[in-house]
């Protein structure tokens, strides 16, 4: 179907809010690549909280594919993201945006509903080459200034990104911000329940259960329903949250990774 004389993809389509992916393509020093990035409009904007950027106030949250190829090629993001923006014809503003090395075509989608809530994660993940285990391992990057670097031989190189997990989660429930905290909590631990379903191994250490990879984003969008202020594992949310990200995660995985059960 077209969406503002761009030809896209359905996704999904619920109340207030519609999912589509917009494909187009990317350009590095000449070399051009087709990708795909996931778009969730809506009708109002709507308060989000993304590990990227924080609190936010957005028409529009997204996930995009960085092509294989480009993977080690990205060195100035910001520059990348305009680029991205430009192509979807989205204003930075406007939307609260991640990025991944996974295929688009492998997003994992799962809602769990009860009584009058809903929500419904949004997750692409790949986790060959940089899980981790986290409390047992030591980092290979490290930050200056806002920017990323790898640390080789005793080096600052720049930072290259490959796999990760990226979960956009989206309720109707009117979170508080203490709520839309707490969730990325619940998140985390329902992620970390399917790489340990799945038996994925960190990547340096294979010996070791890894717990996630080293460059996981989430973004929390909340709704305009009744009023939540918690959404930890004891209540009805909070295993709403957590079933529907660990059923995507664990899809998701298993797509991007060709993982066999």
Same mark, same amino acid.
Do not use: C
């Given at each position: ?8 993809? %359905?996704? #999904? ?15 590095? %020093? ?19 909280? /993304? ?5 936010? &106030?957005?028409? =529009?949250?997204?996930?995009? /594919? ?13 520059? =990348? +993201? $305009? ?9 930075? !503003?406007?939307? @609260?945006?991640? /990025? ?28 060959? =080459? ?6 047992? &391992?030591? @980092? %290979?990057?490290?930050?200056?200034? #806002? ?12 930072? &290259? ?7 956009? #989660?989206?309720?109707?429930? %009117? #979170? ?12 985390? &631990? ?14 340096? *250490?294979? !010996?070791?259960? @890894? ?14 329903? $009744? ?6 594992? *004891?209540? $009805?949310?909070? !295993? ?5 990200? $660990? ?10 990774? +060709?993982?066999?059960?």
């Amino acid at each position: 179907m077209l969406k503002n004389g761009k030809v896209v993809e %359905d996704v #999904l389509k619920m109340d207030d809010w519609f999912a589509y992916k917009i494909p187009h393509t990317v350009e590095i %020093d000449g070399e051009v690549e087709n990708t795909k990035t996931l778009v969730i409009e809506f009708e109002k904007r709507r308060r989000v909280l /993304s590990t990227r950027e924080g609190f936010k &106030e957005v028409k =529009y949250v997204g996930n995009h /594919s960085i092509p294989v190829p480009f993977w080690d090629k990205v060195h100035n993001y910001k520059d =990348y +993201e $305009k680029q991205v923006l430009e192509k979807i014809g989205i204003k930075k !503003e406007d939307i @609260a945006l991640l /990025s991944t090395g996974a295929d688009m075509d492998n997003l994992a989608v799962a809602k769990e509903e009860f009584d009058e809530f809903y929500v419904v994660a949004f997750t692409t993940a790949g986790a060959k =080459y940089n899980a981790v285990r986290l409390g047992d &391992e030591e @980092a %290979d990057y490290i930050e200056k200034d #806002l920017k990323t670097y790898k640390i080789v031989d005793g080096k600052l190189v720049p930072k &290259e990104e490959v796999g990760t997990v990226n979960i956009i #989660l989206i309720t109707n429930a %009117d #979170l508080t911000d203490g709520a839309m905290a707490r969730a990325i909590i619940t998140i985390t &631990e329902a992620k970390t329940n399917a790489f340990q379903e799945l038996d994925i191994r960190s990547t340096k *250490h294979p !010996e070791l259960q @890894a717990t996630g990879t080293g460059t996981d984003n989430i973004i929390v969008v909340k709704g305009f329903g $009744k009023k939540v202020s918690y959404t930890g594992g *004891h209540t $009805k949310i909070g !295993e709403m949250i957590a079933k529907a990200v $660990k059923r995507s995660v664990i899809e998701a995985l298993i797509k991007q990774d +060709e993982l066999e059960l």
